[in-house]
């Protein structure tokens, strides 16, 4: 009987090699489609998601009038996937960067988190 389990792929580093603004190929596929009211991306877990998402989000608060971003995860440690992120040194025009008391991923009260997201919700923007 044949190993089910064990699967090989043509690793080429096709995957992982970046363009100028430091964009993988689905990232890139994702960014071409900024302009769209909506999105969904749906790739394999660690093929750049997140950071897809920044390029996004940021394209939208620079460029498209867009005055505030919410990430919203479905488990804590996902949020691990949004920190502040360099990405200037890698070709793109801006960092990923947020207020830390607008971070809900943190351990702390839950009470606390509401009054934080109502003090977002509230506050002007810049929040960087």
């Known amino acids: 009987m044949s190993n089910l389990v064990d699967v090989t792929y043509a690793q080429t580093g096709e995957s992982t ?6 964009m993988r190929d689905m990232q890139i596929r994702a960014f071409e489609a900024r302009n769209a009211p909506y999105l969904l991306l749906k790739s394999p877990p660690a093929s750049g998601k ?5 390029f996004l ?3 939208k608060l620079y460029n498209q009038g867009i005055k505030k971003v919410i990430v ?8 691990a996937s949004f920190d502040k992120t360099d ?3 890698f070709g793109f025009f801006a960092d990923w960067e947020f207020a830390a008391q607008y971070n809900l991923c943190t ?7 509401v009054n ?8 002007k923007p810049p929040l960087f």
Do not use: Y
Not at 50 to 54: D, I, N
Not at 107 to 113: D, M, N, Q, T, V
């Open 72 to 79: 919203a995860v479905p488990e804590r440690s996902i949020g």
């Open 57 to 59: 989000a940021l394209d």
């Open 17 to 22: 090699a970046t363009n100028k603004l430091g």
């Open 107 to 113: 351990a702390g009260g839950e009470g606390s988190k």
């Open 50 to 54: 997140s950071r897809a998402l920044m």
């Open 87 to 89: 990405l200037i040194s």
């Open 116 to 123: 934080s997201f109502n003090n977002f919700l509230n506050d």
